[in-house]
């Protein structure tokens, strides 16, 4: 299989940093396999294994960094060998990628390292196009933009041949920016940022709060098929669920009513910072979108945001529902988002919360409480699950 990478070339002086976080995240992504390696070769990477790879492409395409992956065959240095398994896999991509489709931009790129293969690069193009010409009329040779690449590298005891292209994320490789906290809600928005943060090279804890016994066990068990679904996308997920009734009592109990939802979202910010310390984790990562909902006025962001020790990420400010929706299909967690079980935020919902709450208000609501020792209980009886 031949990986192709982006944006981590860019990095100078710290790229290889970057290639082997990527190697090891490719590795940890088709493992366990027997004969696994992979191999650095003019910028992309090579990934061998004894047994055929090609069922294994989709996984390496979910893994952050890659652009592209390619299935590759394998052969020995045998003219008419290549040729054939050439137009094998010429096959295999015009049935998988492009079917009932003619006027195919199509183009051959013949790399040539071992200079004692007796035939040269040049040579080799025009055998290959012509042999694929004359057996698909659907192909039209166009060098410039070609959407077919038949790709054949003479290396020195093999040629590595191949045609397919599977698109991956982009995006820099898991783990390479440091470590994030996303706090995960049942909703379709927090999956979200928690994927788009991953992809920006956060390797990715999760925390999410559940108000049982006011909301159901199928809230939790929504939360850790949310989780699992992310857990695709990166190696060995931790996600942490933090059994929230008994801080939200207190707010009941103790604090104005109209501040609740701002209270329960600074509670959140609180716990998971507090969390974050313990697991190593530099920043939150909410699914919070400008103005979405009565939360998410630029006040009450402010003023939630004030209860933080760590920078907050919010991936999804600027997006509108639609693109939070259609991302969320795109990497499969629309459907799980969609359902039913009640959110935590909505136990105890006052008629009217307040839109604009201020810091200094906020603050003043939860003066009666002992917020350490809420958030200390909260902590203690957090639930760790380790995903994968
Ligand atoms: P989402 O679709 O992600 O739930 P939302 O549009 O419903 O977002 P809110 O309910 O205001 O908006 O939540 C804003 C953010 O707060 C969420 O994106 C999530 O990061 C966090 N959050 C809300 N509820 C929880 C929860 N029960 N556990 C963990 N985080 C939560
Ligand atoms: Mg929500």
Redo the contacts with the bound molecule.
């Keep these: 299989m031949l990986i192709r990478y982006g944006e981590l070339g860019l990095k100078g002086g710290n790229r290889h940093i970057f290639e082997n976080a990527l190697c090891r995240n490719l590795v940890s992504a088709l493992g366990p396999l027997p004969g696994l390696k992979t191999k650095r070769v003019r910028g992309r990477i090579l990934v061998h294994a004894d047994s055929p790879l090609e069922d294994h492409v989709n996984r390496a395409a979910k893994v952050f960094g890659v652009t592209s992956v390619s299935p590759v065959k394998e052969v020995y240095l045998d003219h008419d060998l290549m040729i054939k398994t050439a137009m094998e896999q010429l096959a295999c991509t015009l049935t998988e990628d492009f079917p009932g489709q003619t006027k195919i931009p199509f183009r051959v790129t013949v790399n040539r390292s071992n200079k004692s293969f007796p035939y040269r690069s040049r040579e080799m193009v025009l055998t290959l196009a012509e042999a694929a010409m004359t057996k698909y009329d659907s192909l039209e040779v166009n060098l410039k933009h070609a959407e077919l690449e038949l790709e054949v590298d003479i290396r020195e005891e093999q040629a590595l041949i191949f045609a397919r292209r599977i698109q991956g994320p982009g995006g820099l490789p898991v783990g390479t920016l440091g470590r994030g906290m996303?706090?995960?809600?049942?909703?379709?928005?927090?999956p979200v940022?928690a994927w788009m943060g991953m992809k920006r090279g956060l390797r990715m804890e999760f925390?999410?709060?559940?108000s049982f016994p006011h909301t159901g066990p199928q809230s939790r068990e929504k939360i850790i098929r949310l989780a699992e679904k992310l857990d695709e996308w990166q190696p060995r997920t931790v996600l942490h669920i933090v059994p929230f009734a008994p801080y939200q009592e207190a707010i009941r109990d103790y604090c104005n009513p109209a501040y609740r939802t701002v209270l329960y979202?600074r509670a959140?910010t609180r716990i998971a910072c507090r969390l974050s310390g313990r697991r190593r984790c530099k920043a939150l990562i909410?699914?919070?979108s400008l103005g979405?909902?009565a939360?998410?006025t630029l006040q009450n962001i402010a003023t939630i945001e004030d209860a933080s020790t760590l920078p907050i990420l919010r991936p999804l400010i600027g997006m509108d529902k639609i693109e939070a929706i259609s991302r969320a299909r795109e990497i499969g967690t629309y459907d799980l988002s969609n359902l039913p079980a009640p959110?935590?935020?909505t136990v105890f919902q006052p008629d009217s919360p307040v839109l604009f709450a201020s810091k200094e208000e906020a603050r003043a609501a939860e003066a009666v409480l002992d917020l350490d020792k809420l958030t200390l209980d909260a902590i203690q009886s957090a639930e760790k699950l380790e995903l994968s």
């Design positions: 996303t706090l995960l809600s049942g909703g379709i928005d927090s940022a925390v999410s709060f559940y979202r959140m909410t699914g919070e979405q909902v939360s998410q959110d935590c935020c």
